[in-house]
């Protein structure tokens, strides 16, 4: 009997001293079980009451890591970090968010494919809710619950993502493959009458913005075609209060491109005080928002020197700020005929457009789009009519030298022509 009540004892000893040692710590916390968190940052978890040594782990390394309770923000999203004592586990919640607050982010913000490709997007979600894709033309491409994008056709759209809570925007660009420039319109000025079907004028003196010193006309004095060119001739003689006269054409209503190649064969007048011009602008707004390109500008008394521009909301001649670029050449450009052109291109690269300047088809500057949908910084992305004009001083042209009028001053212009490609 007493040796029973002995093993009786010693079992009760050995589990009193198993007891002294649990394999559990139903007790431990860890503090915070929240945190909100931006890219970059770095929080201590603190666990409290636990027994042995603790393991940590994250439910997404791509969103937060974790090592000995420190965690660090990765990424936009939701991530759990989870600490385990033996069989006993507490969580902590990581919600990690934009330094601006957005706790959803889209990327890439943009996506380059080929139609038939396919691509996936990347999602921070820090609040786990519900989102919604939605496509601005979905026969460019599609995108399926789970951000998978599909490459329909050629051409450039945007993507929605939107939660309970935000909304936040990419792009999908579907590469073009585009043909060879075809001629889809010219004048050749080849008759003795301008086309007034085409062509109108603007007319009057106010100096047009620029301090201009001509009163425009639409007398065959100042404009008109012979010898197979359009010619545009500017006088000094009174007119209207001005001392000089001078003409300025445009096919606002008439005829209207959007995208192409744009070139004209051109003579300038030279002379100081001379400023002759061939440009665009949007026809349906005002300016600066219809957006301008200045294909050329001459300045008579530079006579080597010709300039291209670019006037948006953003930029423009009157906040002095406007994109543009010179060229001084070896040789005076009024003494022959010179090719002045601009291609225009749609989604060239990257779903962007891209304006391109040339002098006799060698290439001297260009203009890449940088933003998507925004027509203040990128206003050329609607049909632009054609404007041939010479100017008489103003802000370019500068001070007029009377003596250049001895002679006469013409502008001639051999032909204009206008190129568009499509897509193969």
């Known amino acids: 009997m007493k040796k029973y009540s002995v093993i ?12 002294c040692f649990p394999t559990n710590s139903p007790s431990f916390s860890i503090t915070p079980t ?50 385990t004592v033996g069989q006993t586990n507490r969580t902590c919640e990581v919600f990690v968010t934009g330094s601006d607050g957005a706790g959803l982010r ?22 786990g809710v519900e989102l919604i894709w939605t496509v601005a033309d979905e026969s460019v491409a599609k995108v399926s619950d789970d951000g998978t994008i599909t490459a329909l056709k050629a051409g450039l759209t945007k993507v929605t993502l939107t939660s309970t809570l935000e909304e936040v925007e990419a792009y999908i660009a579907v590469k073009h493959h585009w043909g060879e420039y075809e001629l889809v319109w010219s004048d050749e000025f080849n008759g003795t009458e301008l086309d007034r079907s085409v062509w109108g004028f603007n007319t009057g003196g106010g100096g047009w913005g620029n301090q ?16 197979g060119n359009l010619v545009i001739e500017a006088r000094k003689e009174p007119y209207e209060n001005r001392e000089y006269t001078s003409g300025r054409i445009l096919t606002r209503g008439n005829k209207e491109f959007l995208y192409g190649k744009f070139e004209a064969r051109i003579k300038f007048p030279g002379g100081k005080g001379t400023w002759p011009a061939w440009w ?16 050329q500008e001459h300045v008579g008394s530079q006579d080597t020197r010709v300039s291209f521009a670019l006037h948006t909301p953003e930029k423009n001649g009157t906040k002095g700020n406007n994109w543009s670029k010179t060229h001084f050449f070896d040789y005076p450009m009024s003494a022959d005929y010179h090719v002045y052109g601009v291609e225009w291109a749609q989604q060239e690269e990257g779903g962007k457009d891209v304006i391109r300047f040339f002098v006799d088809g060698v290439q001297y500057a260009e203009v890449w789009q940088t933003k998507f949908d925004d027509n203040a910084s990128w206003p050329f992305q609607k049909p632009h009519y054609l404007i041939l004009n010479l100017a008489i001083g103003g802000t370019m042209g500068g001070q007029v030298d009377d003596a250049i ?12 022509r206008v190129y568009q490609r499509k897509e193969k």
């Open 106 to 127: 889209l990327s890439p913000y943009l996506v380059e494919l080929s139609a038939g490709e396919t691509a996936q997007f990347k999602v921070g979600n820090a609040y």
């Open 405 to 416: 009028f001895d002679q006469e001053r013409k502008m001639l212009v051999d032909w204009v």
């Open 212 to 227: 201009e010193l001509q009163y425009y006309t639409d007398r065959t004095e100042n404009v008109r075609v012979e010898g």
């Open 8 to 19: 009786l004892c010693l079992l009760t000893s050995c589990l009193t001293l198993v007891g």
């Open 34 to 83: 929240v945190l909100q968190m931006h890219p970059g940052d770095m929080e201590t978890l603190t666990a409290t009451g636990a027994t042995s040594q603790v393991v940590w782990t994250s439910s997404d390394t791509a969103i937060a890591t974790v090592f000995a309770g420190v965690v660090e923000a990765k990424a936009i999203g939701k991530a759990v970090i989870t600490a």
């Open 280 to 295: 665009m602008m949007g026809g349906s707004m005002n300016w600066p928002s219809c957006g301008e390109i200045d294909i």
